[in-house]
């Protein structure tokens, strides 16, 4: 095994646990007892204990290589998750939930410094193939775990039986990452700027956008198109597909046409996705606009992972995480932001608001054209 099949299946690990927790949080809501308003809250914990880590993962990596960081992220996960299923007091949950969530950060982090140095090395685009991988461990955990629910299986032992499976995928891949990461330069923290704020800023746009689709494509079909409740999470679906298959293809589409080509049609078709969602009634148009907003969406958070690897305006230590952090924070607030949107005028209206940061993300790519320069001169 090499270093990129190892980098593959960390990202493919932080997929399916994502995944994993997504399937169990009904029964976490029905073994705590807590009202919608109360599972919010808790929620925000696990985004709590990502935001904090994120930060911190940079200096971790330089200090102790990115083997050994991801190793021990991915085990705090291991040891979390299964007590997600299990606990009944809110307190406990959301005390498991912020260490779930240190977890998660961690490993998105280091996981990423992993893949830009893996990616530099090999001197070619392999950052869209790697977040493919996590597309496809979401994917895979969701459909193993509704797979063991559905023969009977209990909620905490589908959940071990999948802990074992990561564990087993860790250890597996645990020799061939790597020991080392960028050595430490500056500050351990630092707050984003230049080159690395753009970056983060697109990020938060492109999170956003996708934090939309999964929390607001069900409701906005049913509610406002008319389409049938078993038909809702098709949109989802689809756009969660149409992602997949384009990152897992992006590579070979960014060497053909280059990175700023990529992000610049990339915000547009999604754009374009978002408009044909507005203006259309029947749903295979609606389906075939999240089809496009998947495709427009898939390779531009990717891409700006690779560039944060050729940037000069921070060390590489506190931008990946810089950048980590801002993204993830548009997965947290996005949903938050279009829901008060939407409460004060309409679901079209906050998917407007939508499309114009997609071209805010577009016109901001403009300006980093010395920074994609840089990288295929490289």
Same mark, same amino acid.
């Given at each position: ?19 994993? +927790? ?19 809250? *808790? ?10 880590? !994120?930060? &911190? ?23 979390? #998750? ?10 406990? &949950? ?14 998105? @982090? ?6 830009? =140095? ?12 790697? /977040? ?5 461990? %979401? ?9 063991? &629910?559905?023969? %009977? ?49 697109? @990020?938060?746009? $492109? ?8 929390? +607001?494509?069900?409701?906005? *079909? $049913? ?11 098709? %949109? ?38 978002? !408009? ?20 427009? @969406? ?9 560039? #944060? ?7 590489? !230590?506190?931008?990946?995480?810089? $950048? ?16 008060? =949107?939407? /409460? /004060? ?22 300006? *980093? ?10």
């Amino acid at each position: 095994m090499n270093e990129r099949v190892a980098t593959r299946i960390i990202f493919f690990i932080a997929g399916m646990v994502t995944a994993i +927790w997504a399937v169990i949080v009904p029964f976490a809501k029905v073994n705590t007892g807590v009202d919608e308003a109360v599972l919010g809250s *808790l929620l925000l914990c696990l985004g709590a204990g990502a935001i904090v880590a !994120m930060p &911190l993962t940079g200096s971790l990596t330089s200090r102790f290589g990115c083997r050994k960081v991801i190793g021990c992220a991915v085990m705090i996960v291991i040891l979390a #998750t299964p007590f997600l299923s299990v606990i009944r007091d809110p307190l406990a &949950l959301g005390l498991t939930l912020l260490i779930f969530g240190i977890g998660i950060g961690i490993t998105d @982090c280091a996981m990423n410094i992993q893949a830009i =140095i893996v990616e530099k090395t090999s001197g070619k685009p392999l950052m869209s193939g790697f /977040h493919g991988m996590y597309s496809v461990g %979401g994917i895979a955990g969701a459909g193993l775990m509704t797979a063991l &629910l559905t023969l %009977g299986l209990t909620v905490m032992l589908s959940v071990a039986a999948l802990s074992i499976l990561v564990l087993g995928l860790l250890v597996i891949s645990y020799r061939t990452l790597l020991p080392y990461a960028n050595p430490p330069e500056g500050p351990a923290f630092a707050i984003p700027r230049g080159t690395v704020l753009i970056l983060g800023v697109i @990020c938060f746009v $492109v999170f956003l956008a996708e934090g939309t689709v999964l929390d +607001w494509s069900a409701l906005y *079909l $049913v509610e406002n198109r008319g389409v049938a409740e078993s038909s809702g999470g098709l %949109g989802f679906a689809v756009f969660a597909a149409a992602m997949t298959l384009g990152r897992l293809s992006g590579d070979y589409i960014i060497s053909r046409l280059g990175s700023l080509t990529v992000v610049l049609v990339g915000a547009l078709v999604a754009i374009a996705g978002f !408009m044909v969602v507005i203006i259309s009634s029947g749903l295979p148009a609606l389906l075939a606009g999240y089809l496009l907003v998947g495709i427009g @969406c898939a390779n531009i958070v990717p891409v700006m992972f690779s560039q #944060t690897g050729k940037q000069n305006s921070m060390p590489q !230590m506190v931008a990946v995480p810089a $950048v980590t952090t801002l993204g993830y924070i548009g997965v947290l607030a996005g949903p938050a932001m279009i829901g008060y =949107i939407a /409460h /004060h005028s309409s679901l079209p209206h906050a998917f407007i608001f939508v499309m114009l940061l997609m071209l805010l993300a577009a016109l901001l790519s403009l300006s *980093l054209r010395k920074v994609f320069a840089r990288s295929v001169v490289s």
